[in-house]
């Protein structure tokens, strides 16, 4: 069922559910090519000047994490070392990627550094429209990357070409090692005589149910993302608890198999049961600040909100919270793995100088700095460095402990099938299972409506 992604594909698929079909015209008609700023520097000096683009302003998108407010607190020393101003905007999840779709695809060419919310098929359906660029030549040229970048050695080529290529090209760097962990509350489980975290579907049910009866419905068992279409997101390290993910080796959907409907109930059923009242309005936000409130004793979600959640000013739980690996069910155990990572946009006119600003929130000082701070960095050479192995406390190590065992059994497909191009519907399709799971209704009636509007979905893109 798999087939290479025309050009009139792009077009028509960058069109549906975003801005539509008559931005899609406005996309760049080729494929954005190797920076000619790389090719031009073959032949001059190799020597590297951060004040080259002195006097540049760049716009950079983020969302609003904990990345961002990284990426905030390292921008000044940015501008002064370099000359070059960034202005920024960071806003929702929701907001951010449809503000960067958008404005791509209308050709605007301010876009000019972004985090990249796109991954697998539909990373390349961007590459193909032009909207990102090959950077491999820029992190090789030593006119355009700093000496000590290191990032082929420090992150690993194969992590980084199997994550963040397209097409055989680099087009984006990580900038969080991350994967949807466990949070739980030490200090309840202790009171309520719960053993640990749990490790498998069973405990974690156990858990929850121990803390919603000994809390007398005060404090929900778990809270996790129910609002469509983030649950898609955490819900795969269920599906892969099953023993299956989202499509088979055909790339056919398999979310009417007899267990996608396990794990579309099992997943409900925790939120229903000893999850908080309206958990299908609840999405990433809602369910952090739910755990970060003390109101729920454990929640699995992105790695990256440690830092919320151990920053006593945004919680209540700091200080008491405890790691785990995604459970295993009883046909697997494979954690949700990937990571926000940060691209200069293929229609900008300012790409040289987007380049210097992505190689300096993503080296190694950088890193090392977000991981001082309660980061997590896909980079192995903050762990190694002295400053944190001063630092590091048990939780910290705790906390890395979990990541590396989540990358070790990660998946890193796409948050939905990755034959589809239009994830979002996707992924919208699909959480629609899940919401009618968390109300009590037809689970398996709801997963073969959505197993066919997937399945209407490959059969649109194949008559394009």
Same mark, same amino acid.
Request: proline share 6%.
């Given at each position: 069922?798999?087939?290479?992604? *025309?050009?009139?594909?792009?077009?028509?698929?960058?069109?549906?559910?975003?801005?539509?079909?008559?931005?899609?015209?406005?996309?760049?008609?080729?494929?954005?090519?190797?920076?000619?700023?790389?090719?031009?520097?073959?032949?001059?000096?190799?020597? +590297?000047?951060?004040?080259?683009?002195?006097?540049?302003?760049?716009?950079?998108?983020?969302?609003?994490?904990?990345?961002?407010?990284?990426?905030?607190?390292?921008?000044?020393? +940015?501008?002064?070392?370099?000359?070059?101003?960034?202005?920024?905007?960071?806003?929702?999840?929701?907001?951010?990627?449809?503000?960067?779709?958008?404005?791509?695809?209308?050709?605007?060419?301010?876009?000019?550094?972004?985090?990249?919310?796109?991954?697998?098929?539909?990373?390349?359906?961007? +590459?193909?429209?032009?909207?990102?660029?090959?950077?491999?030549?820029?992190?090789?040229?030593?006119?355009?990357?700093?000496?000590?970048?290191?990032?082929?050695?420090?992150?690993?080529?194969?992590?980084?070409?199997?994550?963040?290529?397209?097409?055989?090209?680099?087009?984006?760097?990580?900038?969080?090692?991350?994967?949807?962990?466990?949070?739980?509350?030490k200090d309840l489980f202790e009171e309520y005589g719960i053993e640990g975290p749990p490790r498998d579907f069973?405990?974690?049910?156990?858990?929850?149910?121990?803390?919603?009866?000994?809390?007398?419905?005060?404090?929900?068992?778990?809270?996790?993302?129910?609002?469509?279409?983030?649950?898609? *997101?955490?819900?795969?390290?269920?599906?892969?608890?099953?023993?299956?993910?989202?499509?088979?080796?055909?790339?056919?959907?398999?979310?009417?198999?007899?267990?996608?409907?396990?794990?579309?109930?099992?997943?409900?059923?925790?939120?229903?049961?000893?999850?908080?009242?309206?958990?299908?309005?609840?999405?990433?936000?809602?369910?952090?600040?739910?755990?970060?409130?003390?109101?729920?004793?454990?929640?699995?979600?992105?790695?990256?909100?440690?830092?919320?959640?151990?920053?006593?000013?945004?919680?209540?739980?700091?200080?008491?919270?405890?790691?785990?690996?995604?459970?295993?069910?009883?046909?697997?155990?494979?954690?949700?793995?990937?990571?926000?990572?940060?691209?200069?946009?293929?229609?900008?006119?300012?790409?040289?100088?987007?380049?210097?600003?992505?190689?300096?929130?993503?080296?190694?000082?950088?890193?090392?700095?977000?991981?001082?701070?309660?980061?997590?960095?896909?980079?192995?050479?903050?762990?190694?460095?002295?400053?944190?192995k001063e630092q590091a406390t048990q939780d910290d190590?705790?906390?890395?402990?979990?990541?590396?065992?989540?990358?070790?059994?990660?998946?890193?497909?796409?948050?939905?099938?990755?034959?589809?191009?239009?994830?979002?519907?996707?992924?919208?399709?699909?959480?629609?299972?899940?919401?009618?799971?968390?109300?009590?209704?037809?689970?398996?009636?709801?997963?073969?409506?959505?197993?066919?509007?997937?399945?209407?979905?490959?059969?649109?893109?194949?008559?394009?």
């Amino acid at each position: 069922m798999r087939s290479h992604i *025309s050009r009139r594909q792009v077009l028509k698929w960058l069109g549906m559910g975003t801005a539509g079909a008559y931005l899609a015209a406005c996309a760049p008609a080729v494929p954005a090519a190797s920076p000619p700023a790389a090719e031009e520097a073959a032949s001059a000096s190799a020597i +590297f000047d951060w004040k080259r683009y002195a006097g540049t302003e760049l716009r950079y998108v983020g969302e609003t994490q904990p990345l961002s407010d990284h990426v905030l607190s390292i921008l000044p020393e +940015f501008e002064e070392m370099t000359g070059i101003k960034v202005n920024t905007e960071i806003l929702p999840w929701a907001q951010m990627v449809q503000k960067i779709r958008v404005e791509l695809m209308a050709s605007n060419e301010d876009m000019d550094v972004f985090q990249l919310p796109a991954g697998a098929e539909e990373r390349n359906v961007w +590459f193909d429209a032009g909207w990102l660029n090959d950077i491999g030549p820029w992190v090789d040229d030593p006119s355009m990357t700093h000496e000590g970048y290191d990032l082929w050695e420090d992150m690993g080529r194969d992590y980084l070409m199997e994550g963040y290529a397209s097409r055989g090209s680099l087009v984006s760097v990580p900038m969080q090692m991350s994967a949807m962990i466990g949070y739980y509350h030490k200090d309840l489980f202790e009171e309520y005589g719960i053993e640990g975290p749990p490790r498998d579907f069973d405990e974690l049910e156990a858990a929850a149910k121990t803390v919603q009866e000994m809390s007398g419905g005060d404090i929900f068992g778990i809270t996790m993302r129910g609002k469509p279409p983030v649950p898609t *997101s955490v819900f795969k390290g269920f599906l892969g608890g099953m023993g299956i993910m989202w499509e088979d080796e055909d790339g056919v959907p398999l979310m009417d198999s007899e267990e996608a409907i396990a794990a579309f109930d099992f997943y409900g059923r925790l939120l229903r049961l000893y999850g908080p009242p309206g958990s299908p309005n609840i999405d990433h936000v809602g369910a952090v600040n739910i755990f970060s409130q003390g109101k729920a004793g454990m929640i699995i979600d992105d790695a990256v909100f440690r830092k919320d959640f151990q920053e006593p000013s945004k919680s209540v739980v700091a200080g008491n919270i405890g790691y785990f690996l995604m459970p295993k069910g009883p046909n697997g155990q494979r954690a949700s793995a990937g990571g926000w990572s940060i691209t200069v946009g293929g229609l900008s006119e300012k790409k040289e100088a987007g380049w210097y600003l992505l190689q300096y929130l993503s080296n190694k000082e950088s890193m090392l700095k977000y991981v001082l701070d309660g980061g997590a960095a896909p980079r192995r050479s903050p762990y190694e460095s002295a400053q944190y192995k001063e630092q590091a406390t048990q939780d910290d190590l705790d906390y890395v402990q979990v990541l590396l065992d989540s990358r070790a059994i990660g998946d890193f497909s796409p948050p939905a099938p990755p034959s589809i191009i239009n994830l979002m519907k996707a992924r919208e399709s699909i959480a629609q299972v899940i919401v009618a799971s968390i109300e009590g209704n037809d689970v398996r009636a709801a997963a073969q409506k959505s197993q066919q509007e997937l399945l209407q979905m490959l059969e649109e893109q194949e008559d394009q």
